[in-house]
């Protein structure tokens, strides 16, 4: 495959260089590609819908299933403002984690970061869940691209990353969304995600958030020191300010989540 010419590159990237050609996404080798291709191959053979798959590989390159449509960036466009929008991502979200609960690498694989040793009732997370990864079409969910980033996490944890950028629970809202949104209309569709995925409380996600932030913080912190990219680029960047910035609006705006 790696004999194709005229390769497209595509927007995004941040983690990977990603191009396209025929319907097939080419993106270059990592020190976690073993791992991410373990998983991505365990949920194929799960027959799990709407993430990549791997389709071949050679001795630079990955080469994956290209899912057609667009990332979500800012301004967001119509789709993801509905609640049918959010309920198919709460359900696909539920499944995902109910899917990956017995998952675990095999021959010294290991993700970017997070624990090596998972413990018993740990998952993997995407690691990157925002709307810039997720793939719409038509106005209709797609999936969800760019796994790099996977690593061992608290199902909790995912769903507060969820929540936090898909509702989204954040302090710039009028520039995520393209338009002022009432606290009223994000706690409808809080709860219509927490009946998607089931059994889980609005207030129970919105007390978690702050500890995801101050945990993924400091995992960000400690990759960066060890010289491990993408994390010395997302620092620098003030990634880590940002998300201190980000906690405190939470603990000041949601945490009282009836008022």
Not at 52 to 61: C, N, T, V
Not at 78 to 90: P, S, V, Y
Not at 110 to 119: A, V
Not at 183 to 212: M, N, T, W
């Amino acid at each position: 495959m790696n004999s194709y010419n005229d390769w497209t590159p595509l927007i995004g990237g941040n983690v990977n260089s990603v191009a396209l050609k025929d319907n097939i996404v080419r993106r270059k080798l990592t020190a976690v590609s073993p791992a991410i291709h373990q998983l991505l191959k365990y949920l194929e053979a799960k027959n799990f819908q709407r993430v990549p798959r791997l389709l071949d590989r050679d001795d630079d390159y990955e080469y994956l299933s290209y899912l057609p449509g667009e990332p979500i960036f800012r301004p967001w466009c119509e789709a993801i403002k509905t609640d049918e929008f959010i309920g198919q991502l709460g359900e696909w979200l539920k499944s995902y984690h109910d899917l990956v609960a017995e998952f675990r690498l095999k021959d010294d694989a290991q993700f970017s970061w997070g624990l090596t040793s998972p413990e018993s009732d740990m998952i993997v997370c995407h690691g990157d869940l925002g709307p810039w990864n997720c793939i719409q079409k038509n106005g209709k969910f797609q999936g969800i691209i760019d796994w790099d980033l996977a690593h061992y996490g608290y199902a909790i944890d995912n769903v507060a990353e969820f929540v936090f950028e898909f509702i989204p629970v954040h302090p710039n809202l009028q520039e995520i969304t393209g338009e002022q949104v009432s606290d009223e209309s994000l706690k409808r569709r809080l709860e219509v995600f927490c009946e998607a995925y089931g059994q889980i409380k609005p207030e129970k996600i919105l007390e978690h958030i702050p500890v995801y932030l101050t945990r993924m913080n400091a995992d960000l912190r400690k990759q960066a020191k060890l010289g491990v990219e993408p994390f010395v680029s997302f620092v620098a960047g003030g990634i880590a300010y940002k998300l201190d910035r980000h906690k405190a609006y939470v603990l000041s705006h949601w945490l009282n989540y009836q008022n």
